[in-house]
């Protein structure tokens, strides 16, 4: 009964979608306040519509009612609880009503929080949110119902991919999806601000806490995810340029310049007609990701062939979504007319080369994941493009993003001299190549890649603070340090972003370069050397899990006979779906994992065993999380609090979902 | 005991050979390294995405065995990959071949900078030469400014 419930709210859900993306933007049109109305409680009651649907759905799965087929297929009754959860969204259907409620919960905080806009302007943009809904909600109603019975209910299910039965996996969709779904009101805030035919300062004010917002999302969804494969799959990788990766780093990466190209219209007037292009292809780089994770056509043709509708009908909402709003960009983009002048060397054209930059790395990473569907449709050439094109295509720009970043940070707005610029600069340039010339001696044969990476790691690290330092003034030290504190938390925030960036980008050099591995064979009691630790094996033993069946080494690390520590890592086998997984053990401390994997028994006695060093392995992911703080402290600064009502505490409210 | 033992059969009966096993490695590290270095360019045929190095299907491990072979039969690193190539075909190469229609794809990135670069320069000029003065107040807008400057 609750399920059919939940089919029934789902489907009220849409009627009112088709409600909400109509009337107001009549309303709009006419003038007629009345219309426009509608769209508040309207978006609001589309939230608790969906939500309720999504809670039938999660007792669905809570209760294990395998009559339901979405159940049966991804659930199992000896899965942990917290699983059980998580497999409402581990699977097409169901992270399809994620979408569709993080779509509803956007366009519900806009109604809740979008008090102060103008407004005809909140009409559009909850319409075009509530147009969003429709197509969303057509395309689970018609194509992938969550809600579909069984007419013979089995006993039991078929249980989860065991890989996705881990908490960092748990909650990188929802993460991810917030992230991608808000990039969503973005584009309503463009494509509202097309039709009304003006962007001023205001509207850059009002779309860019959302924008940050879904990005800061999206930082930690991806870190999550990379941080999982990290310690899942059992060889250290955290980063594999897979189409499914690729299409959230797309977006990531697109809305990083629109945060950047907003803050130009909010302070300049000027790149409006840019900024409002890039709102557009963030949220089109999400449905492309959507379209590509969901439609399976990147990974083979074939399984789009064989399964076209849900392809074909994604495609569409993409074609509808780009197609409609980039023409209505080409049609209006001329009214959109700068104000702000500016010369060469200033803080607006610094600007721009990080967007140039953000935009082009995104594009590469575009190519570089349909150039294999590319090749087979119109060339017949079935081939790959794998990491070695994404390092060597990708990289340059990264590396030029770094450099320019802490001289573009703090130039001075519409004119600049270069040379003086430098002045506060020096050091943080002496540093760097100190540093870069420092590691190039201590390493022997290896890459360039290391060097080169700690340098530009310290020289925006040094940027940030210097940019940090710089905004105190021109006192005595303990005056400027006092000031550190009370300076704006858009200050703050960037600074924070931006060192963060600096320390991800050292972290994945240093990974890349001077990760140590060994792969041997172990008796029990022997033991073997790796980056001056000695790893003995002490004990194999069988575990039994609550719905898995463990192989779990005890190992003794040693380094110049002092214990550091005894691990255990384990191979799970779940009997269910047939699968074994590699639960590494990871040693972590400030400068390096110890990463200790336990393999299979080997024909001659003793067990395959694999270890890694991977120096500063951790910092990737910490720098990650400094960008996605920065961002956090950036939108609690005061002008969004003023400016913007209450929208902060609508970013805030969202992690509880 | 009983279940250690019940556990291994288990472990090996379902488990499919894993990554680079300990009894493939080379004894010559020189080479054990060159066939890492090219392993982690060859697609795994039958995964998604992965390296031979990576991968622990059996198909990657003949691969990651044939590769050694090769190269311990004194084939040059291209010889090595031409030859899988050769049988495989060029979907087995995780970095694209520079020639032909995939230049498009190695030269998409660089050009669109280029043509990113001269449009913003074109942008630049415009923003720093237009600037033509706003329009003149109106007479409306004259009197409202001398009524704020008053007060």
Redesign the interface.
Known sequence: MIIELGHFALILAFAIAIVQSTLPMIGAAQNRAALMAVAEPAAIAQFLLIGFSFAALTYGFITSDFSVALVTANSHTLKPMLYKVAGVWGNHEGSLLLWVLILSLFGASAAWFGGNLPPTLRARVLAVQGLIGVAFLAFMLFTSNPFLRLVTPPLNGNDLNPLLQDPGLAFHPPFLYLGYVGLSMSFSFAVAALIEGRVDAAWARWVRPWTLAAWIFLTIGIAMGSWWAYYE???G?FW????VENASFMPWLISAALLHSAIVVEKRE?LKSWTILLAILAFGFSLIGTFIVRSGVI?SVHAFANDPERGVFILMILGVFMGGALTLFTLRASKME?K?????VSR??AL??NN?LL???C??VF??TI?PLV?ELF?N?????????FN???TP?MVALALLLPIGSQLPWKRASATRLLVPLKTGLILAVVSTALVFAMQTGHSALGPIGAGLGVWVVWGALADLWQRTGRDNISTRLSRLGRLPRADLGKATAHAGFGVTLFAVAAMNAWSIED???LKLGESFQIGGYDVQLTDV??V?GPNY?A?VAEMRVTRAGALVTTQFPE?R?Y?VQ?M?TTEAAIHQSLTRDLYLVI????KSGGW?V?AYVKPFADWIWAGALMMALGGLISLSDRRYRAAAGAKRSAAKGLPAE | MK??A???I???S??PA??????E?LADPALEARARSIS??L?CLVC????ID?SDASLARDLRLLLRERLTAGDTDADAIAFIVDRY????????TAN???LI??L??PA??IA??AT?AL???R??T??APDAPLSDGETKRLAEILEN
Do not use: C, H
Not at chain 1, 381 to 389: A, E, I, Q, W
Not at chain 1, 599 to 602: I, K
Not at chain 2, 18 to 23: E, G, L, S, T
Not at chain 2, 89 to 96: C, T
């Open positions: 799959l059992g060889w990788g594999f340029w897979d189409p000027a990974t700068a702000g002048v500016f010369s060469t607006e054209s721009v080369a140039l935009a082009v790395s594009f590469v190519i570089g150039w090749a060339f050439r079935k081939l790959s493009v794998g990491v070695p094109f060597a295509a990708f720009f792969i041997r064979v033993k069988g039994e069946q192989t191979k086998f009997p047939g074994p393999g299979d028994p080997q395959a694999r | 279940l250690r019940a556990l291994l288990a472990l090996l379902a488990t894993w990554a680079v096993q300990p009894d490695v982690e360019g697609r998604r995405n992965e390296t990576d075909g060029e979907y087995v190469l995780l970095n694209p032909g229609v995939n794809l190695w998409a990135g669109m900078l990113g670069l913003a942008y630049l000029r923003r720093r237009s600037a």
